[in-house]
């Protein structure tokens, strides 16, 4: 079931079925190794079911880990999450992941412009990112959805992450 709709991309929940490309995205250090606390990739694609399991109980709602597939080609190019952050429960962070063979072609953007707007006409008032200080696409990312940059903080996962915010419009 579809979640929600961009120009290119579907969102919709992580299902069983998806294991292997799951297991394909997060046990691969290039990706897993921005996130979290203490990065780990997956070591066993046994893993995999217990993240979908993990993110199908934080859909809630507005809120949720999505897959985004590619609608012209059926592959699932990566995810995209909007959540509460840790802490603070009306603190809302869009945040994105995304196989190494999707890279490249606007689809983190899209989506996590995708949730932003989801969470926007659900009368949220600001949306957050954090990204680690080194992960240059994702900052990258933030900078080309006009996110404002709050500076760097340790208060939502407690590592060092640049945190950004956009401002819903005002009508």
């Known amino acids: 079931m579809i979640v929600f709709r961009t120009e290119r991309l579907d969102m919709r929940r992580w299902g069983h079925a998806d294991h292997a490309r799951l297991f394909d995205t997060y046990s691969r250090w290039d990706v897993a190794g921005w996130l979290g606390a203490t990065p780990r990739a997956l070591?066993?694609?046994?893993?995999?079911?217990?993240?979908?399991d993990r993110w199908a109980a934080r859909a809630d709602g507005i809120y949720g880990v999505w897959a985004v597939v590619v609608r012209e080609t059926g592959?699932?190019?990566?995810?995209?999450?909007?959540?509460?952050?840790?802490?603070?429960?009306?603190?809302?962070?869009?945040?994105?992941h995304f196989h190494p063979d999707s890279w490249g072609n606007g689809y983190a953007t899209e989506a996590a412009r995708g949730?932003?707007?989801?969470?926007?006409?659900?009368?949220l008032p600001h949306?957050?990112?954090?990204v680690?200080?080194?992960?240059?696409r994702s900052l990258a990312v933030c900078h080309r959805?006009?996110?404002?940059?709050l500076g760097r903080t340790n208060r939502w996962y407690g590592?060092?992450?640049?945190a950004f915010r956009l401002d819903a419009p005002t009508p």
């Open 43 to 52: 070591a066993s694609i046994d893993e995999a079911a217990g993240v979908v």
């Open 75 to 96: 592959v699932i190019a990566g995810t995209v999450l909007l959540v509460p952050l840790p802490d603070n429960p009306e603190e809302i962070e869009v945040g994105w």
């Open 115 to 123: 949730a932003i707007l989801r969470g926007f006409l659900a009368g």
């Open 127 to 130: 949306i957050y990112a954090v």
């Open 132 to 136: 680690r200080p080194d992960n240059t």
């Open 145 to 149: 959805l006009g996110m404002t940059p």
């Open 159 to 162: 590592v060092d992450l640049e």
